[in-house]
Every structure is written in structure tokens, then in C-alpha cells.
């Protein structure tokens, strides 16, 4: 099954419901619990299966104790390069793949010389070709 067509403001919306449950701590059946929906919808919702009404992220919010406008910062008041949509596009996808926290977490724990040896690694193993 495939994720709904959803524009770019959608996908940064569930990526950072993601990236907010992640930073409590909480799984997506503990927030589905504090919400009284199944792990599922809540699966669903940061996946981009189902779509965000006003209420269900207000509570959404509530659950996770942050403020609505969490959820409506653009990525594009970034600074420079960062502001174009390309990249705010990437950035999206990056927030919504569940190992990507993971590896964020890990990545701003390590010392900069393994940084930029991490990012040489991703880099070469992306640009292979497939045998």
C-alpha cells in the first residue's frame, strides 16, 4: 500500500510528529493510547497514510506536550541554501524514515573527525550501483 499523495507542508507536519514522540521517549502505541487510537493510526499518520484534521493534531500536541506551532515551523525561515525546496523536501523524507532519529541521535555524539568519516561512508554507499 502506498502513502496518499500529500504536499510537502503534510510530510514535514508528520515528520515532526515523529521527531516530537521520538524526543519524549514514547512509542507510537503510547501516544496512540494517550489519543485512543491504535499504534497503527498513529503509524498511519506519521507514514502519511492518513492525514492530520485540526482536532487530531491539537491533541496530537497535547499528548506531547508541545505547543501546535511546533508542527507549522517552516524549514524554509532556515538560513541560506536550506531554504530551498528541494531540501526542505529531503529533510522531510529524512524525518519521516524511522532510522533516521536513530542515526541523528548517534551521529551529534560523535566526534567530528567520525562525522565527517560517517558522511564519506553514506555518501559512497548511496552513490553505488546496484550489481
Not at 66 to 89: C, H, R, T, W
Request: proline fraction near 5%; include cysteine; glycine fraction near 4%.
Amino acid at each position: 500500500m502506498k502513502p496518499r499523495a500529500s504536499n510537502a507542508d503534510q510530510i514535514q507536519i508528520a515528520a515532526r510528529v515523529r521527531l516530537a514522540r521520538r524526543a519524549r521517549g514514547m512509542s507510537q502505541g503510547e501516544l496512540g493510547q494517550r489519543l485512543d487510537v491504535t499504534f497503527q493510526q498513529i503509524q498511519k499518520y506519521e507514514n502519511g497514510y492518513n492525514r492530520f484534521s485540526a482536532g487530531t493534531l491539537a491533541r496530537i500536541a497535547r499528548a506531547l506536550d508541545m505547543p501546535v506551532s511546533y508542527f507549522f515551523e517552516d524549514v524554509a525561515d532556515l538560513p541560506g541554501a536550506l531554504a530551498d525546496n528541494a531540501i526542505k523536501q529531503t529533510i522531510a523524507r529524512f524525518l519521516a524514515d524511522p532510522d533516521s532519529f536513530r542515526m541523528a541521535q548517534a551521529f551529534v555524539r560523535m566526534p567530528e573527525r567520525c562525522r565527517r568519516a560517517t558522511c564519506d561512508i553514506v555518501e559512497n554507499i548511496a552513490n553505488l550501483q546496484p550489481a
